[in-house]
């Protein structure tokens, strides 16, 4: 199995910044991808981006110039840099381990951005 655990979230004030970090361990592919998400209370999980195991990484739209998906010193760790954060980025932030038999989702962190 595979265990996902993600760490860094907290209060911020806007305009502020977080690192989000996501901790993959146990039985993993050398083909992979993984990805953040995010889920405000009583809306629908939101995708934000994606790193494959080959290096590539991709952003959506809504968080490009800002959010930055990056590989740690360890290709077991990932992080989510997040700049100039909005009361609108208000959620738990959610990371998803991706492979051909399946996905595992860590339990998130929660992230408060006052105005």
């Known amino acids: 199995q595979v265990q996902v655990v993600e760490s860094g979230g907290g209060l911020v004030q806007s305009g502020g910044s977080l690192k989000l970090s996501c901790e993959v361990s146990?039985?993993?592919?050398?083909?992979?991808?993984i990805g953040w998400y995010r889920q405000a209370p009583g809306k629908e999980r939101e995708y934000l981006a994606r790193l494959w195991d080959n290096g590539l990484t991709q952003d959506e739209d809504a968080v490009k110039g800002r959010f930055t998906i990056f590989r740690g010193t360890t290709k077991n760790v990932v992080y989510l840099q997040m700049n100039n954060l909005k009361p609108e980025d208000t959620a738990v932030y959610y990371c998803?381990?991706?492979?051909?038999?399946?996905?595992?989702w860590g339990r998130g962190t929660q992230v408060t951005v006052s105005s």
């Open positions: 146990g039985r993993t592919l050398s083909a992979y991808d």
């Open positions: 998803k381990y991706s492979s051909e038999p399946g996905d595992s």
